[in-house]
């Protein structure tokens, strides 16, 4: 057991704060209580705010080798798209480059207070085991350095049978006995691209194997590629394709939605769907800002990502919050922080169908942060909670625990050496002759 111990203030994610409080974790990896118990591990969180474990619901983790790329920049993405699948071509993508830029992805996520990551993994070289390796090796990182992981086996202008085989042997192979492993640490999902990408059968197929196994599905919508595509080829809005496709339903969740119109909103409300919010991607893409407040405002649950490493160069979800909150006035009404941190916890893990994640509570599983508000950059802060996003752009947790495991101790990742994911990813880069 452990006990984490002399928070200031423990932040639930359920509408509770609770003052002083300390947090037992218990031997099966969940939350026993909110009680001391004497005689067992002590984690010091004094001069901390405790959070829940942060959920990054939409991330690219194969990009985290491709950031800074040129000609990524500033560009649109019928231009941002081609360059990025050189990049992956020159390089060669396998489950060697798969595990180290995962394992660089997650260290980082786990040093920036993320505990689980939605990888939706688009990019697939020719397959002769269903690309099991791929996945396997994304989950292999997850495991050594003791994040938790939802592999998205995803599509972008895969032939519609081969995708869905694939994230049928995939789903298989991950998690057999359904789509969550039984220690939480694995999921797997599927998701085609979007509709600029993929065609409708692709999207009837990928749901039949998410029936089959129960999975979860996600996929891509209103990307500005998206909306420009789906007129040309189909005469509609993407969201009304999603919706003659089956796509809008309550176990779907849609990344990014900008460019909302009246009429697409509706459609999202009414289906159910969950949505992720990426803003530190769509801004520098251009896409503009999503309407989050208005979707939560009707009672859509709002998830939060940081999208990949070729747009989104950092996988600082924390930042990313603090973004959501400073441009939220552009897209309709200002968000506190609270609501913010909701929408990079609970609502993110509800999204993902994780109700045992997100939120501090009796019998979920023990993953937290504890956040130190004693430095110089929390000095005259009056609301501790609020100032975890408005103060400190490039905050780092003092401490990290999933599923009761410290793997972040005094800001030092415990699970592996962090020179030594760095140092395999670029040795491999540069073996390959990209570095």
Known sequence: MLNVTGAQTVWTGTGEELAGADVQCGDDGRIRSFDRTEGVETLDAAGCVVTPGLVNAHHHLLQTAFRTLPGT???????????MAAAYTAVGVDDELAHAAASAGLA?????????????????????????????ATATAARELGA??????????????????????????????????????????????GVHSDSPDTFRLMAEVAAAHGLRRRTQANEQVDVVIAAER?????????????????????AHLCDLTPADLALVVESGVTATHAPGCDLPMG????????????????????????????????????LALQVAPLAGRPVSAREVLGWATRGSADGLGRFDLGRLAVGARADLVCWDVTGVADAGVADPVAGLLWASPGRRPRHVVVGGRVVVRDGVLQTRPEADVVGRLQALLAARGTR
Request: net charge negative.
């Open 234 to 254: 189909h005469g509609r809005r993407p969201l009304q394709l999603l919706a003659e496709w089956g796509w809008l339903a309550p176990d779907v969740t849609l």
């Open 108 to 136: 980082e996520a786990l040093l920036c207070g993320v505990t689980t990551v939605a990888d939706h993994h688009l990019t697939w070289p020719p397959l002769t085991d269903g690309g099991v390796a791929i996945a396997s």
């Open 148 to 193: 938790r992981l939802v592999f998205v086996r995803g599509s972008a202008r895969d032939d519609a049978e081969t995708a869905a085989a694939s994230a049928a042997a995939i789903a298989a192979a991950l998690v057999p006995h359904g789509g969550v492993t039984d220690d939480g640490v694995v999921q797997v999902a599927v998701g085609p691209a």
């Open 287 to 322: 896409w503009g800002v999503a309407p989050m407040a208005a979707l939560a405002d009707a009672g859509v649950t709002v998830g939060l990502g940081t999208s990949g490493g070729g747009s989104n160069d950092a996988g600082h979800l924390l930042a990313d919050a603090r």
């Open 73 to 83: 920049r500033g560009v649109p993405m019928a231009q941002w798209l081609p360059t």
